[in-house]
């Protein structure tokens, strides 16, 4: 009876803090990020400095000096998944969002989906789109704001490149060097949207939020409670993902999860 007693008391302050957390978190403050030029900024083991009289010797590869906009590029081809609201409701609950408890889940998404860009795609890469994206703001988490996001998906997914009248004519070889070029960034980004589908908060999606609360369940997790970094890594772990996103035959359609 103790021990019964003792598990009541835990549900009823892990709900409290659930409650208390989604008032605590779910202020949006807009603030805005300032780097000093006289201080290198690292990402992801690439070193940024924005000071180009700055001594350096060249023999880093990793060192990128005096660009602004490849930081900017680099940082934004990053996969980025916060709270949520206004999806359907997830597994064994009513909840809606996941404001003030997901955090722990959506920082395993990210560190997960960093992992994955970097296996199939490389530290090279970028997102051709990433310096064209709109200033985020509370607007962004509206329904009509993902709507929106998920038609450019589909419609970047199924276009195809455009060539222009006025573009120089090139020799045989160029062409077929720039073809295999195009194509090769065509693959990529048709292998980053699959990637990025995974994670979407809908049923389907392998590495959504409805997905990893459907096996927490299973673990004695409910939507709401506040996971540990224990108990997501061993939900990832258990996540049954499909084939490499390179030879996932969904791609020839253009089929994708909404987000």
Known sequence: ???????????????????????????????????????PVFLLGR???????????????DFIMGNVEAFRKDFASRVWLTYREDFAPLPGSTLTSDCGW???????????????????LGR???WSEALSLQPLDAETRTTT??????????ASLQGTPRTSESEPCLAPQAQASASAEEADAHLKEMYH??????????SLAPLGLHGLVRIGLRMGK???????????????????LGADPREDPELAGGTIYPV
């Open 222 to 240: 409910q939507a709401g409670d506040w996971y540990g970094p224990a108990v997501v890594a061993h939900i990832l772990k258990h996540v049954p």
């Open 124 to 126: 090279d890469w970028t």
């Open 102 to 120: 997901g955090c722990m889940l959506r920082a395993g998404q990210m560190m997960l989906a960093q992992a994955l860009v970097l296996h199939f």
């Open 193 to 202: 949207r699959n990637l990025v589908s995974w994670f979407g908060d809908v």
């Open 1 to 39: 009876m103790e021990n019964k007693g003792s598990d009541e008391v835990e549900k009823l302050k892990t709900k409290f803090m659930s409650v208390w957390h989604n008032v605590k978190y779910s202020w949006v403050l807009k603030s805005k990020t300032s780097f000093s030029r006289n201080s």
């Open 47 to 61: 070193c940024y400095h924005f000071k180009a009289e700055d001594c350096h010797d060249g023999t880093d590869e």
């Open 145 to 154: 704001a993902a709507k929106r996001l998920v038609a450019s998906l589909e």
